[in-house]
Structure formats: C-alpha cells, structure tokens
C-alpha cells in the first residue's frame, strides 16, 4: 500500500458499476467509483471522513470514529441493501484490515498489527472464502498464509496479499487506487438529495432483470425485512456513538421504503404483474 497515506480505505464491491451506482448514492459521502476488473467495482472515499469532521469534533472532547468502524459501517449499508457483497479495505498507522459484508449475514475480518502480525481468527479467512465463491483449496491455502508469523511482511504487505488471491477472480484495481490518484474511468458519486436518489434508484430497478424480486409479495417481505433491520442497527450504533453503524442502519430503512414505493408505484402501472 501506499506508504504516504496513513490512513486510508477502499471498498470492493462483486458487481458492475451500474449496479453499485444508486446504492453507493444513499451513503451521502464524496465517493470515487470505477471498475476494477470482470464483475468487480471499486469505491474510494474522497473526504476521508474519519480525518475531517469527525476528528474535528473530536478535538472538543468527542473521540474520532477509527476508519475500520467507518468502513465496516458503510460495507453493511451497502451489502443488506444489495445482492452483493462488499469488501472494505482500510488502514491506519497501527493497523490493517479488512471487513467483508455479505447480505443480513453478521460481517466477517481479520486485522494485522503494523508489523503484519496476525491478530484475527483463522475461521475469518475460510468464511471469507466461502463468500467470495473462492477455490477452497488454493485459494484458502494463499489465504491462511496470511494469518501465520512472517517477519517481512507488515500490515500493508497481508493487504497485498489478500488482493493479490482476488485478482484470481479477475479483481484488477485502477492504477493509483490506494493514492487517492484519478482515475481514467472514474466517476463521482456525491449527494444530490433524496428525489435525486429515489429517481436513480427505482430507475436501476426499473433496467433490472431481478423480475418478480423487485415487486409482489417477496419484494415486500424484502423491504420490511430491511426496514426491521435497520431500525434496532440504527439505534445500536447511535447508542455506541458509532456513525458507521448508526448511518448503515439509517440506509438500510432508507432502502426498505424505497423498495416498498417502488413496490407500491409498479402496482399502479399498466400491465404490472
């Protein structure tokens, strides 16, 4: 990783573009997006909100949020809302690691100490893998390399290795990913309110070929599901002063309504099912 930026992250996300688009929107955050390989899309955090706002508020006696809460955070939000999932990338002076959010599945990481200590459980990488559809012989095998004692390898080396078995997947990141540089097929996602996003969202909906999952009974049974997610997350994280988990759950009711409206206005269409 990039030596010059010491804290940082990256979030890795299995599915095009197109698809990341609408729900990547209702993060509120300055985000890079662009792909990174077959299937595979990429988002970089262009405010690098647990060095701003939240240090500053820290600076009058409330700690700053540690970027792998953010991060983990902001992986969920993506992930219970979607269905793909999302790995979050991220590092700091003392630390590395990674959080990877499938889904309502509780979200699986392993961190290494600066030096490239291991400080995770093994169990981590082979749930990892399993997730990812990783072959579960060699690709596990490259993987629980990463959690045993290797004096020349520190934290930001396991990180490369670990992204090194997903360009088995076709993972190929753009060049200066980690720098924060442009990218040549980036584009920024910011927000531009909720009618903005609720007309990008149903209008990815409406392209999908998701059929009867995006309207009738199991859409319905989906968004409530999201809606009774996110309430108790949203609290739990506003409980723990956690602004990650406190906005995941915030996105995941967001999320639940618009499908319920979405819902509700394909049913009031001609020829709806």
């Not at 949020?65 to 991060?71: A, C, G, S, Y």
């Not at 009974?217 to 990650?244: D, E, M, N, T, V």
Request: hydrophobic share 45%.
């Amino acid at each position: 990783m990039d030596a010059t930026s010491p804290v940082g992250a990256l979030l890795l996300c299995r599915t095009v573009p197109d698809a990341v688009r609408p729900v990547a929107q209702l993060l509120r955050e300055p985000l890079l997006l662009a792909p990174a390989g077959p299937g595979w899309s990429v988002l970089l955090p262009e405010g690098e909100p647990w060095q701003g706002g939240r240090r500053a508020r820290a600076g009058e006696g409330e700690r700053a949020e540690p970027v792998d809460r953010v991060l983990g955070g902001w992986a969920t939000a993506l992930a219970v809302g979607s269905t793909w999932p999302v790995l979050a990338l991220w590092w700091d002076g003392d630390r590395a690691g990674y959080t990877l959010a499938s889904g309502f599945r509780r979200p699986v990481g392993y961190v290494w100490l600066a030096d490239g200590t291991p400080a995770g459980e093994d169990e981590a990488m082979r749930t990892f893998a399993e997730r990812l559809g990783l072959d579960p012989v060699l690709d596990v095998q490259s993987l629980e390399a990463l959690t045993r004692p290797d004096p020349d390898a520190d934290a930001r080396a396991r990180l490369r290795g670990l992204l090194a078995v997903l360009t088995r997947t076709g993972l190929a990141l753009p060049a200066g990913s980690v720098a924060g540089e442009d990218w040549e097929d980036a584009e920024r996602i910011e927000w531009t309110g909720w009618r903005d996003a609720v007309r990008v969202d149903l209008g990815a909906v409406e392209s999908s070929r998701l059929g009867p999952w995006v309207r009738g009974p199991r859409a319905r049974a989906l968004a409530g599901a999201q809606l009774a997610a996110g309430l108790p997350l949203a609290l739990w994280g506003a409980a723990r002063r956690s602004g990650g988990w406190a906005f995941a759950g915030a996105l995941l009711m967001a999320h639940g309504a618009l499908g319920l409206a979405y819902d509700r206005v394909r049913e009031g269409r001609p020829g709806a099912e």
